[in-house]
């Protein structure tokens, strides 16, 4: 059961992350692996649950104020082709027709989130992820937006995708993250977005995680569907040497091949051997649940309070003896995990619902369930 307040409340904030919408489960002519997002209709349920009633919708002191924070990675534009091939030179034209086939490929969740911000005291905001970064693109962000408002204005009072920092900060104590900046394989350059290529073209300048993505993990799913879904790598590795030692070897040597290749050339990526170095003793810790990052933030502020991040596909909600808390919304996708502290392959639908009354705010980490029962408490 809902342990939601009957009493008023300021207002709401639901967050949800990592869902990785993506261009469907059909994408030109054929069966698409690359699409990871299986919830449109559970998704378009939530969205209605959180802009109707009294406790979300209107009540005898008027509409609720309800925001919906989108943490990056909502849409996939790195798991959809351009004419069949995966390319790292992003430009412009190639972001806009990712985009346009990832909004044909959801239109029941597009219309819910129009549908949401249409509504009284109801409004969207975008954080951009590693996996969403052709929102960097005004074109991009002007083309969602539109599709989004009520009215298809850009720029828009409802809709807001943010594109020049990488967080969101509340005065009552909340700071909101992606997690991918924490990160130096996934972390984007927010003063320098694009690079030039030679021939004077804007290309998006993504990160060695990003080309990771493109180059081997969606090559390699055609073989083996699962890839990009197993955590922790390190295990999975291991395992790989024992019972699938051809695919392992090749899997591990077009990482390390494309590894030095983005930082020693590609499109003006190039970083130093030092850089380098502390990205190589990181990429052991990828897929990390990022805690001591947000422990850190947490301290550096005594009055911020809550953490929330997304990113690592792993959902938390960690409460310190100071009383202080960190919240990971997790993910909407299927996820392997070899951890033997959660070992398995569980979808748990899970968003973070932080409610404001009287200064205060009360975070939870939640698990949308359906209709019958909308959402109750994660407990792993």
Same mark, same amino acid.
């Given at each position: ?135 960097? #693109? ?22 807001? =995708? ?35 290529? &030679? ?36 295990? #999975?590795?291991? =395992?790989?040497? #024992?019972?699938?030692? =051809? ?9 390390? #091949? ?60 960690? =409460? ?29 639908? &899970? ?30």
């Amino acid at each position: 059961m809902e342990r939601a307040p009957t009493s008023q409340y300021d207002k709401v904030k639901v967050i949800i992350s990592d869902c990785h919408l993506s261009a469907g489960r059909f994408f030109e002519g054929r069966v698409n692996p690359h699409e990871d997002f299986h919830f449109d209709r559970e998704m378009v349920e939530m969205f209605e649950y959180f802009s109707h009633g009294s406790k979300y919708g209107e009540n005898e002191k008027g509409p609720v104020d309800v925001e919906l924070i989108i943490n990056g990675d909502y849409l996939d534009f790195l798991n959809v082709p351009f004419e069949g091939e995966f390319e790292e030179g992003i430009t412009e034209e190639i972001a806009l027709f990712k985009c346009e086939a990832i909004l044909k490929a959801h239109p029941q969740v597009m219309n819910a989130i129009r549908a949401f911000a249409s509504l009284p005291n109801k409004s969207v905001t975008y954080l951009i992820g590693n996996h969403d970064g052709e929102l960097f #693109f005004e074109a991009v962000r002007k083309r969602i937006t539109k599709e989004w408002d009520p009215n298809g204005q850009y720029p828009s009072q409802k809709i807001k =995708i943010i594109s020049e920092r990488d967080h969101i900060k509340y005065p009552e104590g909340v700071e909101i993250h992606h997690g991918n900046q924490f990160e130096s394989g996934n972390e984007f350059d927010f003063s320098q977005p694009f690079l030039k290529t &030679t021939t004077g073209k804007s290309i998006l300048n993504i990160p060695w995680g990003s080309v990771y993505v493109l180059k081997i993990v969606n090559r390699l799913k055609w073989e083996r569907e699962y890839l990009d879904k197993i955590r922790p790598v390190k295990i #999975f590795l291991l =395992i790989g040497f #024992f019972t699938d030692p =051809i695919f392992t070897f090749k899997f591990l040597f077009l990482s390390l #091949f494309y590894f030095f290749k983005v930082r020693l050339n590609p499109h003006g990526r190039r970083t130093t051997w030092k850089q380098t170095i502390n990205a190589l003793k990181q990429e052991g810790k990828v897929f990390q649940d990022l805690e001591s990052e947000a422990r850190n933030l947490l301290d550096e502020n005594e009055k911020t309070h809550t953490i929330v991040f997304g990113h690592t596909h792993r959902p938390m909600h960690k =409460i310190y003896p100071d009383g202080k808390q960190y919240l990971n919304t997790g993910t909407w996708t299927k996820m392997i995990d070899l951890d033997w502290r959660q070992v398995g392959s569980p979808i748990r639908r &899970t968003f973070a619902l932080l409610v404001f009354k009287d200064g205060e705010v009360r975070a939870e980490l939640r698990q949308w369930v359906g209709e019958a029962g909308p959402h109750q408490a994660f407990n792993g």
